[in-house]
C-alpha cells in the first residue's frame, strides 16, 4: 500500500484574533496530521485564543514573515506543509481539495485567485498588477502554467525548502514565490486549484508592497543566473 503523505497545517499570526476566531472553527481538523501557530508577537490575545483550541504554539525566532515560516518549518515533522493565512484571506472551504492534491503527490499545490472562475477581493490595482508580472516571469523558468505566484494559500513538499537556492535566495518576504520559483525552476510537480481570495477580517496588514516587490524581483534575477549558468549567486 502507498504510504500516506503526513501534512502540518501551519498558521503565521500577527495580531490576528478576529479573524482566527471567525475562521478556525470552520477548519477540519482532521485534514491535518498537525497544526502548527508561528505567531510574531501578538498582543491581541490572537496566542491566548490558539491555546484555548489545543494548538501547539511557537514564538517566532527571527522577525519577518518568511523567516518565521522557514524557521518553524525545521521544527515540522511531516512530509508537506500547508500555509494557511487566517485574516479572512485563504477560504477553509478549499483545504479538503488542497489536501487531497497534496495527497496525489504534488510538490506544490497553489489555491490560485487568478485561475478562473476564481476572483481576489483584497487585491488593489498595484498587488494585481505585481502578481500579474511576477507570476508571468515564475512562469517562463518551467512548464506548468502558473497563474498565481504570490499567495501564502498553499501547500508544499518541505523538500523544497531544502534545495540549496532556497535558503540563499531568501532574503525578504519572499517565501511563497521562491517555492514556486524552485518548483518551475526544477520541473518539479504543481497543480493550481481556484480559490477566491475574501478581504481580510479585522486586523492590519502588515505586507509593504514595494519592499515585496524588490525583494521578489532580486529572488527571480538570482534563479534566473541559476537556471542558465547553474550557479547559486
Ligand atoms: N508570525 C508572523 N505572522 C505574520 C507576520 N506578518 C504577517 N503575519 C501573518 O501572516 C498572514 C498574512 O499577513 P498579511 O499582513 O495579511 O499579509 P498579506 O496577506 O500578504 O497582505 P494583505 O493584502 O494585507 O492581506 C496573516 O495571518 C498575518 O497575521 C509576521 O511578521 N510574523
Ligand atoms: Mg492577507
Given at each position: 500500500m502507498k504510504k500516506k503523505i503526513t501534512i502540518t497545517l501551519l498558521l503565521p499570526t500577527y495580531n490576528e484574533v478576529d479573524g482566527f476566531k471567525e475562521i478556525f472553527?470552520?477548519?477540519?481538523?482532521?485534514?491535518?496530521?498537525d497544526i502548527l501557530v508561528v505567531d510574531g508577537?501578538?498582543?491581541?490575545g490572537t496566542v491566548e485564543y490558539a491555546f484555548s483550541q489545543n494548538i501547539r504554539v511557537m514564538s517566532q525566532i527571527r522577525k519577518g514573515l518568511s523567516e518565521a515560516v522557514i524557521d518553524s518549518i525545521e521544527t515540522i515533522n511531516t512530509d508537506c506543509v500547508v500555509e494557511f493565512s487566517l485574516?479572512?484571506?485563504?477560504?477553509?472551504?478549499?483545504l479538503p481539495e488542497l489536501v487531497k492534491e497534496m495527497q496525489k503527490g504534488y510538490d506544490l499545490v497553489v489555491v490560485s485567485r487568478y485561475l478562473p472562475p476564481a476572483k481576489s477581493y483584497d487585491d488593489n490595482i498595484v498587488t494585481a498588477f505585481g502578481n500579474f508580472i511576477f507570476t508571468r516571469l515564475i512562469r517562463l523558468m518551467g512548464n506548468y502554467p502558473i497563474t498565481d505566484s504570490l499567495v501564502m494559500y498553499r501547500g508544499f513538499n518541505i523538500s523544497i525548502v531544502k534545495y540549496p537556492e532556497f535558503k540563499k535566495f531568501l532574503i525578504g518576504p519572499v517565501f511563497e514565490p521562491l517555492t514556486s520559483m524552485v518548483a518551475c525552476n526544477r520541473k518539479l510537480k504543481i497543480f493550481e486549484i481556484a480559490g477566491d481570495e475574501p478581504d481580510r477580517i479585522g486586523g492590519e496588514s502588515k505586507m509593504r508592497v514595494f519592499y515585496n516587490g524588490g525583494c521578489i524581483i532580486l529572488a527571480i534575477v538570482r534563479t534566473y543566473i541559476f537556471k542558465f549558468f547553474k550557479i547559486i549567486i
Open positions: 472553527p470552520s477548519i477540519d481538523r482532521k485534514l491535518f496530521d508577537g501578538s498582543s491581541d485574516d479572512g484571506n485563504s477560504i477553509p472551504e478549499k
